[in-house]
């Protein structure tokens, strides 16, 4: 449960005081916080664990751990529900 | 491309083994921490690829598996409750309390839902401000900062309709407390890498020479694990006990100062029992007083609860290194991932998990 998935920050906003952002992970993107990598914008790839960007890294680290990572199907929490979208949670 | 990097990731594997059977002179028994590391290992059979003698056993390092008993009772009498709306992680759906998991409570009509991150609570508090949502915030210290920036949340923006079940744990102690054991056969660690990307790893230092232990802080691929072991190997070869970092271009020695700093602002350290191991002194996280009005224990006055575990289940020893999954007449039997007796079965981080869900149970005494 402590693993971390890289992604790239696409775009990056504020949500009622909190800094976040768009993260491509493979072909999926999710919102994730940045509060905890202040250092990181647009074009940055960050370690994202259940919604948060603990850490940077970079790109060729980022791809290389997504690869292993979809080969060892740990990529799971990212298929949970959006909450929020009007979509019911699974 | 993808190939062409799976050959060069398969050679630099074998020369990594290669140079720990050149180092390694004599029998040595090293610990992966975290369960990602347990399962890397057992899918890709790294365990089988070392040299014999060199044997790695599995640590305690699954959240999900170590919540007791009580505290996952306490979740589903909450989750039960008309007025919840229930909110965990997914991996925690399928875990059996005394009674049922909370699959098996959503089934019957309880509201509870999965979330990708503890943030998600603060929308469902926002949109149903006459319901009580609940997180169940489990997890390591990799967690903390995210259940906590949750709890600080909702203090400041007022959500009084949202309270979190804690029960989290911490990998130092955990560690010191196998160390402690009379029956301890662990003589190095692959330390926690996103544990201490939060946390940094000062704190394995004083438990490295107080024990005379090399602790290497690795990562999550097979690369990382193997030169993690080679790292601990040499420590282990060379009579050296430091704390060494594999996993250096994620962390550093200090952490993310910034995420602990919200962490310790909403929880501070506590005593926190362990399914499998039993209470070990401070080592878990519970809410400041200050966040009080955020503690689903206090909300709803769930009470301790009675709770048995299954007189045959040894994964308190598993967890502890002293015994793998192969030793338990159970596991494979009438212990599977559907039918867990225990800790370790429970989720897919967990030991005997992995090794049933790479079809270990088939093959008898498959480990060095």
Same mark, same amino acid.
């Given at each position: 449960?402590?693993?971390?998935?890289?992604?790239?920050?696409?775009?990056?906003?504020?949500?009622?005081?909190?800094?976040?952002?768009?993260?491509?992970?493979?072909?999926?993107?999710?919102?994730?916080?940045?509060?905890?990598?202040?250092?990181?914008?647009?074009?940055?790839?960050?370690?994202?664990?259940?919604?948060?960007?603990?850490?940077?890294?970079?790109?060729?680290?980022?791809?290389?751990?997504?690869?292993?990572?979809?080969?060892?199907?740990?990529?799971?929490?990212?298929?949970?529900?959006?909450?929020?979208?009007?979509?019911?949670?699974? | 491309?993808?190939?062409?990097?799976?050959?060069?990731?398969?050679?630099?594997?074998?020369?990594?083994?290669?140079?720990?059977?050149?180092?390694?002179?004599?029998?040595?028994?090293?610990?992966?921490?975290?369960?990602?590391?347990?399962?890397?290992?057992?899918?890709?059979?790294?365990?089988?690829?070392?040299?014999?003698?060199?044997?790695?056993?599995?640590?305690?390092?699954?959240?999900?598996?170590?919540?007791?008993?009580?505290?996952?009772?306490?979740?589903?009498?909450?989750?039960?409750?008309?007025?919840?709306?229930?909110?965990?992680?997914?991996?925690?759906?399928?875990?059996?309390?005394?009674?049922?998991?909370?699959?098996?409570?959503?089934?019957?009509?309880?509201?509870?839902?999965?979330?990708?991150?503890?943030?998600?609570?603060?929308?469902?508090?926002?949109?149903?401000?006459?319901?009580?949502?609940?997180?169940?915030?489990?997890?390591?210290?990799?967690?903390?900062?995210?259940?906590?920036?949750?709890?600080?949340?909702?203090?400041?923006?007022?959500?009084?309709?949202?309270?979190?079940?804690?029960?989290?744990?911490?990998?130092?102690?955990?560690?010191?407390?196998?160390?402690?054991?009379?029956?301890?056969?662990?003589?190095?660690?692959?330390?926690?890498?996103?544990?201490?990307?939060?946390?940094?790893?000062?704190?394995?230092?004083?438990?490295?020479?107080?024990?005379?232990?090399?602790?290497?802080?690795?990562?999550?691929?097979?690369?990382?694990?193997?030169?993690?072991?080679?790292?601990?190997?040499?420590?282990?070869?060379?009579?050296?006990?430091?704390?060494?970092?594999?996993?250096?271009?994620?962390?550093?020695?200090?952490?993310?100062?910034?995420?602990?700093?919200?962490?310790?602002?909403?929880?501070?350290?506590?005593?926190?029992?362990?399914?499998?191991?039993? !209470?070990?002194?401070? +080592? $878990?996280?519970? %809410?400041?007083?200050?966040?009080?009005? =955020? /503690?689903?224990?206090?909300?709803?006055? #769930?009470?301790?609860?009675?709770?048995?575990?299954? !007189?045959?289940?040894? +994964? $308190?020893?598993? %967890?502890?290194?002293?015994?793998?999954? =192969? /030793?338990?007449?159970?596991?494979?039997? #009438?212990?599977?991932?559907?039918?867990?007796?225990? !800790?370790?079965?429970? +989720?897919?981080?967990?030991?005997?998990?992995?090794?049933?869900?790479?079809?270990?149970?088939?093959?008898?005494?498959?480990?060095?």
């Amino acid at each position: 449960m402590c693993l971390a998935i890289p992604g790239k920050i696409i775009s990056a906003f504020e949500q009622r005081g909190l800094p976040m952002a768009r993260v491509q992970f493979g072909p999926i993107t999710r919102e994730a916080c940045l509060a905890y990598t202040p250092e990181a914008g647009v074009g940055d790839y960050v370690l994202v664990h259940v919604g948060f960007a603990i850490s940077c890294v970079n790109a060729a680290e980022a791809e290389r751990t997504y690869r292993a990572l979809e080969e060892l199907n740990q990529l799971g929490e990212l298929e949970a529900p959006v909450v929020g979208g009007g979509g019911e949670a699974a | 491309m993808k190939y062409l990097d799976e050959y060069r990731d398969q050679k630099l594997a074998q020369q990594l083994v290669e140079e720990i059977r050149r180092v390694q002179t004599r029998a040595w028994v090293i610990m992966e921490v975290c369960g990602g590391q347990t399962h890397s290992i057992v899918k890709h059979g790294l365990d089988q690829m070392l040299p014999p003698g060199l044997e790695l056993v599995h640590g305690p390092g699954c959240p999900v598996c170590v919540t007791s008993l009580e505290m996952i009772d306490k979740a589903h009498a909450i989750a039960r409750r008309p007025d919840v709306i229930f909110c965990s992680f997914g991996d925690m759906l399928r875990v059996p309390g005394s009674n049922g998991d909370l699959f098996t409570l959503k089934a019957q009509g309880a509201d509870v839902r999965v979330v990708y991150t503890p943030l998600d609570c603060l929308k469902l508090a926002r949109q149903f401000p006459q319901k009580q949502v609940v997180f169940f915030a489990i997890g390591f210290e990799t967690t903390a900062p995210a259940n906590a920036m949750l709890v600080a949340r909702a203090r400041a923006e007022g959500l009084s309709n949202l309270s979190v079940l804690v029960s989290h744990v911490m990998v130092p102690p955990a560690i010191a407390n196998i160390l402690q054991s009379p029956h301890n056969r662990v003589q190095g660690f692959l330390g926690p890498g996103h544990v201490c990307a939060i946390m940094g790893y000062r704190e394995y230092e004083p438990i490295a020479s107080r024990f005379k232990v090399p602790i290497v802080i690795t990562g999550f691929e097979p690369l990382d694990i193997l030169q993690g072991t080679l790292m601990t190997v040499r420590q282990l070869e060379r009579g050296e006990h430091l704390v060494e970092n594999q996993y250096a271009r994620i962390l550093g020695r200090d952490g993310n100062p910034g995420a602990r700093r919200v962490v310790f602002e909403v929880f501070e350290v506590s005593d926190r029992k362990w399914r499998g191991v039993g !209470a070990i002194p401070k +080592s $878990g996280y519970k %809410l400041r007083w200050e966040y009080r009005d =955020h /503690d689903a224990e206090r909300k709803f006055e #769930v009470k301790d609860v009675d709770t048995m575990e299954p !007189a045959e289940c040894i +994964s $308190g020893q598993i %967890l502890k290194g002293i015994k793998k999954p =192969h /030793d338990c007449p159970a596991f494979g039997g #009438v212990c599977t991932p559907l039918h867990p007796l225990g !800790a370790t079965m429970v +989720s897919a981080e967990g030991a005997c998990a992995a090794y049933y869900a790479y079809g270990r149970h088939l093959t008898q005494g498959a480990h060095p």
